[in-house]
């Protein structure tokens, strides 16, 4: 299954971005980098994801789908990000929400196989 890390690119409270706030997304993608929808099977293998933040801390969780798009559930809490954005290939953004939080853009920096 590809390996796509992605790292902040921006957000209000931070412009610059961080490359120490990353997101590792583990999820089937065709050709194009579109996220293959026809492969979730709820309860199956989750598709998983590990968010990096620069103090060292760390979440997991998996990707779900969502009325729109994606959502990025946590393992241990009913925490829930919604994912916008269609593409994960190298050069391309994709928005995560974390209310209350600020939207936070994030960069996907590199895509590989598992």
Known sequence: MPIA??????SSDQPDGDVADRLILRVPLDAT???VDSEYRSGEQLWRFDRELPDGSSTTG??????EG????TMYSN??????GTIIRPGEYLTLKIPPAPERVYRVVSVSQD
């Open 70 to 73: 994606w959502m990025l559930r």
């Open 62 to 67: 998996d990707l779900a789908p969502a009325e």
């Open 5 to 10: 890390l992605l790292v902040l690119a921006f």
């Open 33 to 35: 980098g579109r996220i």
């Open 79 to 84: 925490e829930a990000a919604s994912l916008a």
